[in-house]
């Protein structure tokens, strides 16, 4: 599918709207992580497929431009300790005595759109890290395989939504597999388990060390997801957005104001805090519009529209993180987004047609997005 | 305030409704918290206040019921060595030495209503961990001061809303320095830094280690907020609310489902995947409707309308987390919230009205929720 065509069709889907990276098509099972049966049958179905990562980037065939997938067949030599078919246990012991594990390899669910165990069995996709495997690497290569960086894959667009959507989840998991080694709790080292789903730390597992994380309501050996708040900002009126620029954005870029929600604060909570910090605006109103997940590494955007208090004005001296920001009308951004390249340059520039932040912009731009489109008088 | 009149007034607070626990009344100022000049101002300002917390729990004045506070001339003698005062150097070398740290002390921000550096000195609040401070404790103890349990307060509802807010922080980051001593990426030991609003790997900080916390993108010493998803899921028709009791839930209660929200996944696909999970339903629209963070230890719940597919019936044979799930009218959910105890039980018990879980379920029952209440036509 090509990229004009895809964002079309994209933007044509119920309300709210469906975004890049939140299509994921897969059944994740999550309840069968724990069954370890289930999971080894699920490895060496004929059906199942392999997604192999490089570096956090996937295999993308350069003839077709889509993902590219092997067998069983191809990456089994890699994975013959691995835990999903041989005892967790001699896993964990290896690993303390420092010998070389099977690559991260994540269970991403099935394809199939069966509802039984039987029918689960079939169609199932795991991610593999391929990082360390050179002459697998190497072998794709010749074969016309190329990973592809796939944050520039979301300004290019060429996968389809759904291969966005599966490479979403597995790019975050692979990436926490890669950056959580070692126990938060005792300092231990720590492994993938539950097929890449969780990480366990080893010394405890085994019984040779107590550690907090046995015990209780713990999220240390669970993936981390950072909720950020992304908002558009509108003048009391309704009749402007509040877009900036951060020192960080490619130059004459302007996009939406964003943050990470803290610890005890809730969504609308962080918006106001943010647009505050950030550009001294005093927000009143916040209306949830849609989210994203955002696999740089792991973050969900809670996209929402906030409503500034009346003759608020922008200041920048607080939090520093904008360079510039200013309001600007619905005619102006829609000259934006019709700009023809070949006059020269726009404006600003917006963020790429994929982000959530560019949808927000557009539903204002548009009058595109009501959200009594998804009210439910109950 | 007493708990009924505080939930009265808080029901009748605009929409998106206004819960506990999302009601922090405090500026957190979180752009100052690299500003040690200004955290240091802020420390010793005669206005600043303490909010002792004793393994989670805040301190209450056995009198009034709210918060107490301590003063800065009570905490000194624990602090003397503290970094906001001292270099933060000295701080690490003695973490690598094994000496006894100061507890940990956490910027909340302040209550001044001002938009200045200067205001912003006064009125300031930190949180403190006593937990190792046996003879503070006890001489609080002795004064009328009581630790009581975070999570009975929400049941018994004593404290302000605004209080609730203030602990929903404090609380969080408290645990959350609590859990991960160790850096993830190295597993070094880690501190806290920017008065407990960051941790830090004290030997790649010492540049005695390189430890990847130091490069690229990194969430390793950032607070952990845990989004879920909770969410009234109504039949195709919108008459009934599927309602659930969990293993762990007390016996006779039942709740909205709910569930964390997973990498490469949005609020609206994680409603769809748990709502399926758990307990079979197919569900098509989702809404959002508010959200509360929930410091137990550090989660952020998204709460959400969901609408059955027609036809989809309540299954429990994949997740096993439910032990009885069903679908209740709007008059058998009124009847609970209004059952009258002398007569006995009532047909199940509902969670406590500081809760989302129960405004989402009063929203159905007294059809009191509109999201166009909160719509934007912009």
Same mark, same amino acid.
């Not at 067949?73 to 300790?81: C, I, N």
């Not at 012991?93 to 070389?100: T, Y």
């Not at 016309?144 to 996968?159: A, E, Y």
């Given at each position: 599918?090509?990229?004009?065509?895809?964002? *079309?069709?994209?933007?044509?889907?119920? $309300?709210?709207?469906?975004?890049? =990276?939140?299509?994921n098509p897969l059944n994740r099972l999550s309840f069968k992580r724990e069954d370890k049966e289930f999971l080894r049958k699920a490895f060496t179905h004929p059906t199942t497929k392999f997604?192999?990562?490089?570096?956090?980037?996937?295999?993308?065939?350069?003839?077709?431009?889509?993902?590219?997938?092997?067998?069983l067949?191809?990456?089994?030599?890699?994975?013959? @300790?691995h835990p999903i078919e041989k005892p967790e246990?001699?896993?964990?012991?290896?690993?303390?005595?420092?010998?070389?594990?099977?690559?991260?390899t994540i269970y991403l669910g099935t394809s199939s759109l069966g509802d039984s165990e039987k029918e689960w069995e079939a169609g199932n996709i795991f991610a /593999?890290?391929?990082?360390?495997?050179?002459?697998?690497?190497?072998?794709?290569?010749?074969?016309?395989?190329?990973?592809?960086?796939?944050?520039?894959?979301?300004?290019?667009?060429?996968?389809?939504?759904?291969? #966005?959507?599966i490479?979403?989840f597995?790019?975050?998991? =692979?990436?926490?597999?890669?950056?959580?080694?070692?126990? %938060?709790?005792?300092?231990?080292? !720590?492994?993938?388990s539950l097929a890449g789903t969780k990480?366990?730390? +080893? !010394?405890?597992?085994?019984?040779?060390?107590?550690? %907090?994380?046995?015990?209780?309501?713990?999220?240390?050996?669970?993936?981390? $997801?950072?909720?950020?708040? /992304?908002?558009? +900002?509108?003048?009391?009126?309704?009749?402007?957005?509040?877009?900036?620029?951060?020192?960080? =954005?490619?130059?004459?870029?302007?996009?939406?104001?964003?943050?990470?929600?803290?610890?005890? @604060?809730?969504? @609308?909570?962080?918006?106001?805090?943010?647009?505050? &910090?950030?550009?001294?605006? $005093?927000?009143?109103?916040?209306?949830?519009?849609?989210?994203?997940?955002?696999? #740089?590494?792991?973050?969900?955007?809670?996209?929402?529209?906030?409503?500034?208090? &009346?003759?608020?004005?922008?200041?920048?001296?607080?939090? =520093? @993180?904008?360079?510039?920001?200013?309001?600007?009308?619905?005619?102006?951004?829609?000259?934006? /987004?019709?700009?023809?390249?070949?006059?020269?340059?726009?404006?600003?520039?917006?963020?790429?047609? $994929?982000?959530?932040?560019?949808?927000? /912009?557009?539903? #204002?731009?548009?009058?595109?997005?009501?959200?009594?489109?998804? *009210?439910?008088?109950?």
């Open positions: 599918m090509s990229f004009s065509s895809s964002v *079309t069709s994209l933007l044509s889907i119920s $309300t709210p709207p469906a975004h890049y =990276l939140a299509q997604l192999p990562f490089y570096k956090l980037d996937p295999a993308v065939c350069k003839n077709t431009g889509e993902l590219h997938y092997i067998s067949a191809d990456v089994r030599p890699y994975l013959a @300790e246990k001699d896993y964990l012991e290896a690993a303390l005595e420092n010998k070389k594990l099977a690559p991260v /593999i890290d391929i990082s360390s495997l050179d002459d697998l690497h190497k072998r794709l290569g010749e074969s016309g395989v190329v990973f592809q960086n796939f944050r520039s894959l979301l300004v290019t667009g060429t996968i389809s939504i759904e291969s #966005f959507g490479c979403s597995a790019r975050s998991l =692979l990436d926490w597999n890669n950056r959580f080694m070692y126990c %938060p709790g005792c300092g231990g080292p !720590q492994v993938a990480r366990i730390c +080893v !010394q405890s597992a085994l019984g040779r060390a107590d550690c %907090p994380s046995k015990h209780g309501v713990n999220n240390y050996q669970y993936p981390r $997801t950072d909720p950020c708040v /992304i908002m558009a +900002v509108l003048t009391h009126d309704k009749q402007r957005i509040l877009l900036g620029h951060g020192m960080r =954005l490619p130059p004459g870029m302007l996009t939406c104001l964003a943050g990470f929600i803290e610890p005890g @604060e809730s969504i @609308e909570e962080a918006v106001r805090r943010e647009s505050y &910090e950030e550009a001294g605006i $005093t927000v009143e109103k916040v209306m949830y519009h849609s989210s994203q997940p955002w696999p #740089f590494p792991q973050s969900l955007m809670i996209g929402c529209f906030g409503i500034a208090k &009346e003759g608020s004005v922008i200041s920048r001296d607080k939090d =520093l @993180e904008l360079d510039a920001a200013d309001f600007f009308t619905r005619e102006q951004v829609r000259e934006v /987004i019709n700009w023809d390249a070949s006059k020269g340059d726009a404006l600003f520039k917006l963020p790429p047609p $994929t982000s959530i932040a560019y949808r927000l /912009i557009r539903a #204002f731009a548009y009058d595109q997005w009501d959200i009594s489109g998804s *009210t439910i008088k109950i």
